[in-house]
């Protein structure tokens, strides 16, 4: 058995999240997360250096997190490559924009599944980002019976031991079900 310690170790699965701000001028920003997770019912806690994203986080209270697929890597790591206080990141990867329906952020139409968050707390020591989801808004390309099918989504992962995004595999098991045969 091999032995890695400390900045070396892997864990997963890591998220690949996509989150988009305004500025306090109204200009659409964003950047690739990969340090998430959802906290609660309703809830999304992320883990962020300082950035242009979480500076527009405190002035707007408000932000969107994407969720990055198979179809979006590049646009996607683009995000987390450039740094938004040099340039404007929306126009220069050609995305397309539009104003959340309920939250003061911007959705950006190339990601099929998008939440729409309100700030809950920050914290600038640790850069703990706890938001409360508002809503979620999916493309009907990704819908199966009304519900989001990953198989059609094809979200990715970041693979921290080789650098690269992976995509989010199938279904091998049910969860609250599959457990219950060894349950006495």
């Not at 890695?4 to 500025?23: H, L």
């Not at 992320?46 to 242009?52: D, N, P, S």
């Not at 952020?105 to 309100?118: D, K, Q, S, V």
């Not at 989001?148 to 693979?159: E, R, T």
Request: with cysteine; aromatic share 8%.
């Amino acid at each position: 058995m091999k032995e890695f310690s400390g900045k070396k170790s892997v864990i997963t699965p890591e998220g690949v999240f996509i989150i988009g701000t305004y500025d306090e001028n109204g200009i659409p920003n964003a950047m690739n997360a990969a340090w998430g997770q959802q906290s609660d019912y309703g809830e999304i806690t992320l883990f962020l250096g300082k950035h242009k994203t979480t500076e527009n986080i405190k002035k707007t209270r408000a932000f969107t997190v994407a969720m990055a697929t198979k179809d979006t890597v590049v646009i996607s790591d683009y995000f987390g490559v450039e740094t938004g206080s040099k340039v404007n990141k929306i126009e220069k990867a050609g995305v397309h924009v539009h104003k959340a329906a309920h939250v003061n952020a911007p959705i950006i139409e190339e990601y099929p599944l998008t939440l729409e968050c309100e700030l809950k707390s920050w914290d600038d020591a640790t850069g703990i980002l706890v938001g409360t989801i508002v809503t979620s808004q999916a493309d009907d390309s990704i819908l199966t019976d009304g519900k989001v099918d990953l198989d059609k989504m094809q979200p990715i992962m970041f693979d921290a031991a080789t650098s690269t995004y992976r995509v989010i595999g199938p279904v091998v098991g049910k969860a609250f079900h599959d457990g219950l045969q060894l349950k006495g």
